[in-house]
């Protein structure tokens, strides 16, 4: 591997990290999406700095381009608070204005200065290498670094500041607002830290993949974890580890950069979707299927408990074979439940008669008070293994 | 009709309800009988609009059954009227009262069928009969909570059911619109319709209502409300937090 | 060119006729079938969609070889569908709320939709110009063919809507309502989602993903605050889309350099703008005016009670008069006491009398004791309401 494609990688890692810092946040306040709205309205703000400073390459574009952010923020509220539309519609319709904006400006004014479709959703990873940032004749690195270094640096700074403050309005915004805490401060200046990160992050990798940068490695850890402090860092961990691996793929297959960046961190989430320990698709359903086992069981103990009372009723409620349909359950269902209880002596079976065992009865009595079964379940389970041993 | 007033509205038989392993409803067995006004009474969390919801067929129980008037919901659905809470819905929706009345029939009128003249009859007189007549052509956004209510109970009465199930009818109205909805309740009880309603307020339980069931998750009580509607069965259902109410 | 121009051109130029065509269909079809989108708070959903149909058309494209509108679409309408149950799977069953599920669909879909079209663009001797036009959207570039297809998808959504319309509408508003009388939730979701997927698709091509999702959601937004009817909503949501296309075509094929697609997008935004401002009712002028007569009401009233109160304190209350500066202090330096007092006087309520001070008239004291009693009425059941 050459110097060339390591330098690659630290700008992909770099700009991932500096992006997973605002987007922890934007997961858990719900606003994801203002990620899209702002990385699109940035255009028109670039446009116009642009046409005022007359230099591609001057910082006060990302200035530009991060007040053109603010303004679609600022629009949104304006809009919603109008009443007369949700705020998501509020959000569909301001930056999708503002882009377009942006769009008709450059086709109509900077006719030669050519955007193109790539350079928009793909942005230019592979090339950011090539533009370097001498000082006294000395070539002391690609810009990139410096430019998506001192992002994370004011992010990360920001996160450590504000940390407290940050945490505590996503969580509870009434306690905070009665603690002397703006939220629609600290909001404004979320939004801030998420314009300008948006906006360095457009040259590496475009405007819809500073999504999935900001939204995939937080909402991969949120899937993971509880706690905010190991939430930010499991999410660094993810997205860099991930985009250091997509920029290799890219290399290897030779394909765009970003979008392999950006395909790896969609495999990464889908395979923590799936498999992630406790919240993950495969053991939730696995769960839930023993879940339902033991509930079912849970079942079958409380409606003998309640129908032995009553002596009359013993005899058809409680017959064993009128009991998938007095549950309404399937008749293979109820028998292999009747096996499992059986097994475990916490019923017997007189002349097609099911009665509860002392045990039986003991655990009904105590599923009937607790209101969370699966405590139950385990304390179930336990109980088993030593009568085993 | 003779045939369906001798039946059972409702009858449930051992019906559990759970989210994940949290039941909502334990075993429960209830009957309610015809022409009475029965209340669900209980705690926040209790499960009183998980059961109403599992008679109507909108929440797939753990075990057990359900039967309308003998059968199966889906059979005797045209029997039936529901009311849901009033927040559970939009009032921001492009619609006037008229409308949302006459959408009342759409069960009745099944698929794709459109509402005609005579539906917007119907719907013009359920709207007299709670006293919305004037404000048919109104946007429903334009109506107070207590209006809104009133169009919710126009919209079940277009239905000419044998039983109403309704969740919180008086939650958030005034205190004319509360009376008047429990005249039109009581005036349905006495042509022999059945309701079943989730009701809040443990002070207007002996006023207004004839039966009741307490729930907490668990049935604790259900029969007369003379008879059940007791101290000891409140505080069962209840627990500790009803040190400062009782039933007077 | 004139607008005269410009129609001659749309009958007679192969080209402008298409676009304007296209620009007014796709604008008039997303418009209606965006309503229901709008009304169950599914507006982002468009966007989430339209960037998830890109992996569609590029294996579309890698399994055809050429741009085709029909294949395109259908791959694209396959994949809008899958990216919309990949996040009904993960909003039903973890933690992740819907924004960021509906941001992390868009996000890889998109992702992997431009890994496939790199690799296209390797492939040797492929006609590549289809596929960039189909993210930013190039509404010059459209054929007949294109047209054709647009007004088919189209026509085939909308008679799925006017055939549902009363399931939908009623689904819509009261779901739980419209599951207890037999109309299954499911079928209608699915059927509902499938037509916002087409309304989607059909525009991508023109519009291309980034701007589709305005095209859902502004015209109906916009047609929202003019009236109360759901028909009408749709009817006028679908002539705001069709009208913002008509500009959008004009204003490109006037000015060369200037691209339909956002054209269009402007336009539509700027009749949301003018819509939350001026329509009659529910517009924030409408509101600020009526607050304004309001206050004014409110004030002339004050006024009249004052001076009946006042009056009442004395002897003989039919013939006392106040001054105006009397007024002002019981008013509590309310401005507009003289403004009010005009008001007053040409209804007839009060006189002026020649020493400047201000008398009720018979008719000013009849209106002002019902006003008191009024006022009192509902002070009381105010406080009756707060018990």
Known sequence: MQTFHLEIIVIAVLTTAACVLPGVFLVLNRMSLMSEGIGHANLPGVVIAFAIVGNIRSPLLIIGAAIAGLFMVYLVNLLYKTKLMKEDAALGIAFPFLFSIGVILISAKFGNVHIHANSVFLGQIGLAPLDRLVIGGMDIGPKSFYIMGGVLLINSVLLITFFKELKLTSFDKALAAAMGISSAIIMYSLMTCVSITAVAAFDSVGAVLVVALMIAPAASAYMLCDHLNSMVWISLLIGTLSSAAGAIIGFLLDISISAAMVSTLGLVFIVILLAAPHRGLIPHFMHSKKQKFIFAEYLYLVHLLHHSCIDDDTDFECNVHHFDNELDWEYHFTEKIANRLLKRSLIKINDQICFLTDKGEKLARQAMQTDRLGLLAYSLQEKNKTELI | ?248 | MSILEFLHNVIFNYTIRNVTLGAFGLGAFAGILGVFAVLRKQSLLGDAVSHSTLPGVAVAFLLIGYKNYVIFTIGAIIAGLISMAFFTLIINNTRIKSDSALGLSLSIFFGMGLVITDFIKKLPGQAKGGLESYILGQAATIVQEDVIGIFGFGIFSLIILLIFWKEFKLFSFDKDFCASKGFNSKILESMLTTIIVIAIVIGLSNVGVILMAALIVAPATAARQWTNHLSLMAILAGLFGGLSGIIGAYVSSTYSKIPTGPTIVVAISVIVFISIIFAPNRGLLFRWLKTFKNKRRILVDTVLIDLLEYAQGHENKFAHSAPVSVLKIMTHGEVGVKKSLKALEKNGMVKKLPNNEWKLTKKGFITAEKLEVLGNKRKNSQKTGEK
């Open chain 2, 1 to 248: 009709m003779h045939e369906i007033s001798s039946k059972m509205p409702i009858q449930i038989h051992d019906l559990t309800v759970a989210y994940k392993d949290k039941p909502v409803l334990w075993d429960i067995d209830l009957a309610v009988p015809p022409a009475v006004m029965m209340a669900i009474v209980g705690p926040n969390g209790a499960g009183k609009t998980t059961l109403i919801k599992s008679v109507l067929g909108l929440v797939k129980p753990a075990s057990g059954k359900v039967y309308v008037f003998g059968e199966n919901y889906k059979k005797n659905r045209r029997l039936v009227s529901y009311v849901p809470q009033r927040t559970s819905v939009d009032w921001d929706f492009p619609t006037t009262v008229i409308d949302v009345v006459m959408m009342g029939l759409y069960g009745k009128l099944g698929w794709i069928k459109r509402p005609g003249e005579k539906e917007k009859k119907l719907a013009k007189q359920a709207l007299e009969k709670v006293g919305m007549l004037e404000l048919e052509k109104r946007q429903i956004s334009q109506l107070s909570g207590g209006q809104q209510q009133r169009v919710f109970l126009a919209r079940a009465l277009v239905q000419d059911a044998e039983l109403y199930i309704m969740d919180e009818p008086f939650q958030g109205v005034d205190a004319a619109t509360e009376k008047a909805i429990v005249a039109i309740l009581h005036e349905l009880k006495n042509r022999g319709k059945t309701l079943f309603v989730v009701h809040h307020d443990l002070q207007t339980v002996k006023d207004y209502f004839d039966y009741l069931c307490l729930l907490n998750v668990r049935l604790t009580a259900a029969g007369k409300v003379d008879e059940h509607f007791t101290d000891e069965n409140l505080r069962k259902t209840y627990g500790g937090r009803l040190a400062f109410l009782s039933a007077k």
